[in-house]
DNA sequence: TCCATGGTAGAACGATCGTTCTCCTCGATC
DNA sequence: GATCGAGGAGAACGATCGTTCTACCATGGA
């Protein structure tokens, strides 16, 4: 059987994100990436025009994949106030996870330099993609201001990531909790 | 007049300083430090082994630098309260300041996946004094528990640097100033 | 049967990396 | 005045980078 011309692709796509999410973009090596998943250097420059135009591939996957992951998790919450809560229980059981680095979007915001780089705008969009399902959940609050509400819990989100990725502190995501806890409260009075 | 040994050590450092906060320390290249700084090769080698070790010696400065400007920022709030608030302020003037990219320490993190390598280790002991930071001024409020605020605190900053660095939001001082205000109101109950 | 296609293996290219080296200059100290 | 150490300019080393190339293999449709 002839495998599909999209397998070999896809399995670019899948080893060259691991190793781009464990190691970062500049540390994974085309040579690394040929090894580790077993497909050559053609193959690899059929797909892509240059590692450039791979990672972006990868990001690109990534975000859609993440966010998708992310709604459904906490969707699992049945009110919008459960659901806003899950965020935060959601991000606990993803940082204890086995393999986790942080997210992908921040990191590469680490490491690459200009902020007009093509993967720095796929970061920046994935978070504008964040702040947009946050913004879906408080509208369904009876609060006045659900955007400046998405917005503050959005640095919540992020700064329990963040804290998560440098210190290695996962309770972080509890302490992130407690506090949207209070700023639901505050938005139901 | 002979330069003081010193002078030059301090100038690898300066520039090093700059070039590995604006672009990374993968892409701060020994050439371009040589060709930036007016340094030769040979005398930043007789100051640092390595360049890893170079770029350990940048860090550890800039924890130092950036802590004591911090503090001394803040700590013209009178009260605890006013500290605490005024942490927020000053992260806005940061964010808004020509040449910000945001925390040197997350972008380490970024870059660097290796969670055990020395400049991880340096980052995550600068939050634990930023961490420490917000613990002094916690404690001097009345409330239960100053440490678990201090967490707390620490998210919403962690959470307003990173939206500034991936997003460009710096707005994000705001929404964390307006969240840090709840949470000191609702202590001082 | 032939041939286009998608694949692997691996050599090879030029560029750049961190690092070391040689050769030269200058200024302070004995 | 001789000596020594710090520093500058730049060549050079081996390793590795992203990328391209040649050679060969397997498959499926005309």
Same mark, same amino acid.
């Given at each position: 059987?002839?495998?599909?011309?999209?397998?070999?692709?896809? /399995?670019? *796509? @899948?080893? =060259?994100?691991? *190793?781009?999410?464990?190691? &970062?973009?500049?540390?994974?090596?085309?040579?690394?990436? %040929?090894?580790?998943? &077993?497909?050559?250097?053609?193959?690899?420059?059929?797909? !892509?025009?240059?590692?450039?135009?791979?990672?972006?591939?990868?990001?690109?996957?990534?975000?859609?994949?993440?966010?998708?992951?992310?709604?459904? +998790?906490?969707?699992?919450?049945?009110?919008?106030?459960?659901?806003?809560?899950?965020? #935060?229980?959601? *991000? /606990?059981?993803? #940082? +204890?996870?086995?393999? #986790?680095?942080?997210?992908? !979007?921040?990191?590469?915001?680490? +490491?690459? &330099?200009?902020?007009?780089?093509? %993967?720095?705008?796929?970061?920046?969009?994935?978070?504008? /993609? *964040?702040?947009?399902?946050?913004?879906?959940?408080?509208?369904?609050?009876?609060?006045?201001?659900? !955007?400046?509400?998405?917005?503050?819990?959005? %640095?919540?989100?992020?700064? =329990?990531?963040?804290?998560?990725?440098?210190?290695?502190?996962?309770?972080?995501? &509890?302490? @992130?909790?407690? %506090? =949207?806890?209070?700023?639901?409260?505050?938005?139901?009075?």
């Amino acid at each position: 059987m002839k495998k599909a011309p999209a397998d070999t692709r896809e /399995k670019i *796509l @899948a080893t =060259a994100d691991q *190793l781009i999410y464990q190691n &970062g973009i500049y540390a994974t090596s085309m040579d690394l990436l %040929v090894k580790t998943s &077993g497909v050559s250097r053609k193959s690899i420059y059929r797909y !892509f025009i240059t590692k450039d135009d791979m990672a972006e591939a990868v990001l690109k996957v990534r975000d859609i994949r993440w966010m998708y992951w992310f709604r459904t +998790e906490c969707d699992k919450g049945g009110t919008p106030q459960d659901r806003i809560l899950n965020m #935060f229980t959601v *991000l /606990k059981g993803w #940082f +204890e996870s086995e393999g #986790f680095r942080g997210c992908a !979007f921040i990191n590469t915001a680490g +490491e690459v &330099g200009d902020p007009d780089d093509p %993967v720095r705008q796929i970061a920046k969009l994935h978070k504008k /993609k *964040l702040l947009d399902y946050i913004f879906e959940l408080t509208e369904q609050l009876s609060t006045e201001q659900p !955007f400046l509400l998405a917005k503050q819990l959005l %640095v919540l989100v992020e700064g =329990a990531i963040t804290m998560a990725r440098v210190m290695g502190d996962y309770s972080a995501a &509890g302490s @992130a909790r407690e %506090v =949207a806890q209070l700023l639901l409260k505050q938005a139901s009075r």
